[in-house]
């Protein structure tokens, strides 16, 4: 139990940091793309070793796929509606992106937690580390850049994260002993939705803030995920 309390505090925690430094603190755009960058790449290995490859290897290669492709639909279709009645640049995009794939990533992460040994699930909770610092900072900064005041922002994050937090502790009290497919499922519908994101948000994202340094830094998130996943 305490384990679990310490990486929900850290993973949900690190979204309240983020929008904290993009509202109060100073954050060049290049910083911002790159860091952007940094998360993407970090996720581009999580989601396929701690979500897709475990899903596929307790259950079937067809619910996988099909689980991936709804969370990728369901993101997608719950993001142009957000566009629609959001300035694309407003940082709602952002928001939508961490809470929509972030809820079945922490059940998944919460299922991960029974039972396991501290690191065996750094991989999947670092990578969601890097990418909610990030994400949140540069997701906050353009909310009150386009008229949201900050205490509205904050407090905006500060619900995402307790929403988060609520899914990782549910996943880790309810889900123990359910079905290995159905554990699957919720993990490939966390894939697909972050696939999704990776596209439509972080990636165009960081490229318009940092053009000449987003690749590197996508190249380093993915060393750095993929270091964290073999100590794990």
Not at 140 to 147: H, I, L, P, Q, V
Not at 163 to 172: D, E
């Amino acid at each position: 139990m305490l384990m679990m309390v310490i990486v929900v505090a850290v993973v949900s925690g690190a979204l309240v940091a983020g929008a904290a430094w993009g509202l109060y603190g100073k954050l060049p755009k290049p910083l911002e793309g790159f860091l952007v960058a940094l998360a993407g790449g970090a996720l581009i290995l999580s989601v396929v070793t701690e979500l897709i490859e475990p899903s596929i290897e307790t259950s079937t290669l067809w619910l996988s796929m099909l689980m991936t492709a709804v969370g990728a639909a369901v993101f997608t279709g719950v993001d142009y509606l957000i566009d629609e009645k959001w300035n694309s640049d407003s940082g709602g995009g952002l928001l939508a992106a961490i809470t929509l794939d972030g809820v079945p990533e922490n059940l998944a992460l919460g299922v991960a937690l029974i039972g396991a040994e501290p690191m065996a699930v750094a991989a999947l909770a670092g990578s969601i580390l890097l990418s909610n610092l990030p994400e949140a900072a540069g997701g906050a900064k353009e909310m009150a850049e386009n008229g949201t005041s900050k205490t509205k922002a904050l407090m905006m994050w500060l619900a995402a994260a307790a929403l988060l937090s609520a899914a990782a502790v549910l996943g880790n009290l309810l889900l123990e002993g359910a079905s290995p497919h159905l554990l699957a499922g919720i993990r490939c519908l966390a894939a697909g939705a972050v696939i999704a994101s990776l596209a439509t948000e972080v990636f165009p994202q960081a490229y318009k803030e940092d053009s000449h340094m987003a690749g590197i830094a996508t190249a380093l998130g993915f060393i750095l995920a993929l270091v964290l996943s073999e100590i794990g």
